[in-house]
């Protein structure tokens, strides 16, 4: 399966939160499934470090390396097919970075692990 990690569920992934469901771990440790995180997650996560409104034990960019390579998650980069796809999407939500989501889940076909119940009122299969 490929999976599309939204931004919290990258954070919580990264310092195995308890708030992580059982079925998140699970299909996180399941070396079948593929995992991807958007560069507009990296992107949201840099402005709340920056803002202080998220701190980590490491610096910023180490955290997002360590588990980029430790877990074996590709990075999405943001395309023109992406930004597109988000002015068709109806404004169930306000969060630009998660209409890039997903708009990204939609356009690569990919499932969206998020406890955000508002990614189900698009046509992506949300994980949690």
């Not at 969060?95 to 690569?108: H, K």
Request: proline share 3%; glycine share 0%.
């Amino acid at each position: 399966m490929k999976i599309l990690l939204d931004t919290q569920a990258f954070i919580f992934l990264s310092c195995d939160a308890p708030e992580l469901s059982k079925k998140a771990k699970k299909l996180f440790l399941d070396e079948e499934n593929d995992f991807y995180l958007s560069l507009a997650s990296v992107w949201e996560i840099a402005i709340k470090v920056s803002i202080e409104k998220l701190t980590f034990k490491k610096s910023f960019e180490k955290i997002i390396l360590q588990q980029i390579q430790e877990n074996g998650i590709a990075q999405l980069p943001i395309n023109f097919r992406h930004v597109i796809k988000v002015t068709n999407l109806p404004f169930h939500h306000r969060d630009p970075f998660d209409r890039l989501l997903v708009a990204q889940a939609l356009e690569e076909k990919l499932h969206v692990m998020s406890n955000d119940q508002v990614f189900d009122r698009y046509q992506v299969k949300r994980l949690w």
